[in-house]
């Protein structure tokens, strides 16, 4: 089988390797497509603080099984669609003790401390796996893992019904909490990002109002758009200083902020002001099965994601596809990895 390597920052290396059998309580999938998210370009940059090389990418993926080995209980039959967690967790740290894998204290995460679904043929625990239904297409089944990033930031948000919402970053990420946060009741979202590209993308998708934060403050976009109701929960998925800077000063007393962006440096925030607001500054990370569950729902009824794929390459071009990415900056939104068969 081919797969593809990550030797060090800006090198990927195909090469053929020995097709092995599903091992005990193991599902072998034929992988039909991989997503490229924004945590695989800062390894392909070599600015990942926790990924070592080298390391097999891929944790957004669609397939299909293809075998299954002993001891693998319900699980989908082979030809069936499936997708899977990319989590490895130690099973007896506090977190993992009280249900919250998701932050194991030992996590590993496919793709970046583990080889990930580079390649055609990938084993993997049968308890990850995640069925789709068979009308997916392989778009859908990869977008399942991040839609899952945003159902689970949503969780955290608590009830979204009826509230006013911001959420700061058009990149996927955001897009995907904004169409969740609209699917789930929420009155009024709000988009801001700086490229007007993805703020164009948002609206195609049928987000409520944007606003391009170098043109209008968000405070000055806040006050116009929802007056004197204002708003008590914000997504910041910029992972920028400026951005987690305007959430704060904008938002109303008693207000929650959810961090989901990945800051590149530990950001300067106003305490003072989060202190004297009340204002509830959470974190979100990664999701729970029952978060892939919902994403393979909302995918099928509410969440639109065609929008959102900007350019398919071939297996073999991986690296003109981190190329594309790089010249084209914000104008990219999901670039997907194609593989043959």
């Known amino acids: 089988m081919k797969q593809a390597v990550m ?15 599903p091992g005990q309580g193991e599902v072998r999938i034929r992988v039909r497509q991989i997503g490229i998210c924004g945590s695989d370009i800062h390894v392909w940059h070599g600015s990942h603080p926790f990924t070592p090389y080298p390391v097999i990418q891929g944790h957004e993926f669609s397939g299909i ?26 099973g007896h740290c506090n977190p993992c003790k009280k249900g919250r894998f998701n932050i194991c204290e030992n996590l590993k995460v496919r793709g970046f401390q583990a080889d990930g679904c580079g390649r055609e043929l990938y084993n993997i625990p049968a308890e990850r796996l995640v069925a789709l239904p068979a009308s997916f297409t392989p778009d859908q089944g990869a977008f399942v893992e991040p839609v899952a990033v945003a159902v689970h930031a ?56 944007v606003v391009n934060t170098r043109v209008r403050s968000l405070k000055q976009a806040t006050r116009k758009i929802f007056g004197e109701d204002g708003f008590d929960m914000a997504f910041e998925a910029a992972g920028a200083e400026a951005s987690l800077g305007s959430a704060v000063e904008a938002i109303e007393k008693g207000g929650t902020i959810l961090i989901v962006g ?17 204002i509830v500054l ?51 939104m999901k670039v997907m990895v194609d593989l043959p068969g």
């Open 7 to 21: 030797t060090g920052p800006g090198h990927i290396e195909f090469s053929d390797a020995p097709e092995t059998p």
């Open 65 to 90: 099984v293809e075998a299954i080995g002993p001891g693998a209980e319900n699980v989908p039959t082979i030809g069936s669609k499936v997708t899977a967690l990319p989590q490895i967790v130690c």
């Open 154 to 209: 949503c969780s955290r948000a608590g009830n979204l019904r009826g509230r006013n919402v911001v959420v700061l970053g058009a990149g996927t990420i955001g897009n995907l909490i904004a169409q969740i946060a609209k699917a789930q009741g929420a009155r009024s979202v709000l988009v801001t990002d700086i490229g007007d590209h993805r703020l164009e993308i948002a609206e195609q998708c049928g987000v409520d109002h």
């Open 262 to 278: 990945v800051y590149g440096k530990p950001p300067v925030v106003d305490m003072a002001v989060v202190g004297e607001h009340e």
């Open 282 to 332: 959470a974190g979100s990370m990664m999701y729970w099965r029952a978060d892939w569950e919902r994403a393979v729902e909302y995918l099928e009824t509410s969440i639109s994601i065609t929008p959102l794929v900007s350019r398919h390459f071939a297996f073999d071009a991986w690296t003109e596809a981190y190329r594309y990415i790089d010249a084209n900056g914000t104008d990219i």
